[in-house]
């Protein structure tokens, strides 16, 4: 494990002040952040044990007895569906002698570890020592099963998303999501079917994470690199200090989903808010929040979209989405060519961001070498902004006390 520098050092007293001058004379992190081992441990601390985040989806385990195995940032977890219908998160760890209990995903009635088969439940207890006092036996005066379960990490469900508190002390999941449900709430988000999502698998970066928020926090990029997709005039910023930042932006111009494929424009549902902007012809509303660290949950006029990231190193970074749509036509044959083309779509925005964030990441260490210090555009990257300063203050402790 990597040690673990002071808070105190991690930003200096002038990177602090540069980060936290007004948006248009702001300087952003250093680039040793984005790649510095120490870094790293600083955020696997108070970023992914302190507080809430994002590390998998209910829907990757649907049925009672599935098992889904996750790696992120350094934390071996395992989602498990209980007999009780329950999502449950656990450490991956068995209480024998550490072995990993889980290594791939399936459905089995219990947990068993694979190399002396200790024995667990869907919900963590201890069942079975085989032959640990000898042949023939299953227990031992030692050993006391009720004491040995697996060790269960907090966890929560938002909108599918199964967020975890590993330290265990963080506020509760009512406050922390709350802000969240009002942001969304105009979409009426629970009419989209959760059980049913189009899914990309796991694709794995060059970049460290941050910078996945930070190439989707602004519009500046979009006609340039994203060409068919409107580009706002400006975005309308929501800015939770401890938990996210979102953009909302309205369509101009919206092209149903089913008419990419041929087929009618009702082939899917739109949401709430866009059946009434369109009524009324007005732009039709989307917002985008970056949920910090791990995701990134957007509405569109006919989807959700669920993106999560998966940290593996400070500069490796497991991406994966999932799309929802509204109702049964969530899951209907008819529909389907509309979900698989809109997931495409999105697969393709994200290979067109890859090189360019894989190349600010190469970057990273010799911009600080030769004092290139990063700007903001005061119109398209306010939000950027706002993200660094959250990291800056929740993972490395920086205090904006020091610009006043």
Known sequence: ??????????????????????????????????ADPDYWTIERQRLFRDDWFAIGCASDVPKPGDMMPITVAEWELVLVRGEDGEVRCFHNVCRHRGTKLVLAPKNARQIACGWHCWTYA?????????????????????????????????????????????????????????????????Y???????????????????????????????????PFVHPALEQPERYRIDNDASTFTSLTGALSKYKRLGTLVGLPEDTLDLNVAASEALNQGARIPYTICFITPTLI?????????????????PTKTGVRRNLYFIGDKASAPQT??????????????????????????RLSVQRDEIGVQTRFSPHWEEAVHMFQRRIAQRAYGASADLTT
């Open 336 to 361: 389907e060519p509309a979900r698989k083309k809109y997931l495409d779509i999105w697969e393709g925005v994200t290979r067109e961001d890859a090189d360019y964030s894989a190349g600010v990441q």
């Open 1 to 34: 494990m990597n040690k673990v520098i002071p808070i105190a050092a991690a930003l200096s007293e002038t990177e602090t002040r540069s980060l936290f001058s007004p948006l248009a004379e702001a300087r952003g992190l250093p680039g040793r952040v984005y």
């Open 297 to 313: 949950f957007a509405i569109w006029p006919e989807a959700v979209i669920l993106t999560l990231l998966r940290p593996i190193s």
């Open 122 to 186: 869907l919900d963590g207890e201890l069942l079975r020592t085989p032959i640990i006092d000898g042949p023939r036996t299953m227990g031992h005066d030692q050993f006391d099963r009720s004491k040995l379960g697996l060790v269960e990490v907090r966890s929560a469900v938002w909108n599918d998303a199964v967020f975890v508190n590993i330290g265990g002390d963080a506020r509760s999941f009512a406050e922390f999501s709350a802000p969240l449900d009002a942001l969304f709430a105009e």
């Open 188 to 222: 009426g988000p629970s009419s989209y079917n959760y059980q049913h999502p189009e899914r990309h698998e796991d694709m794995v970066l060059d970049i460290n994470w941050k910078l996945y928020h930070e190439g989707g926090l602004e519009g500046y990029h979009i």
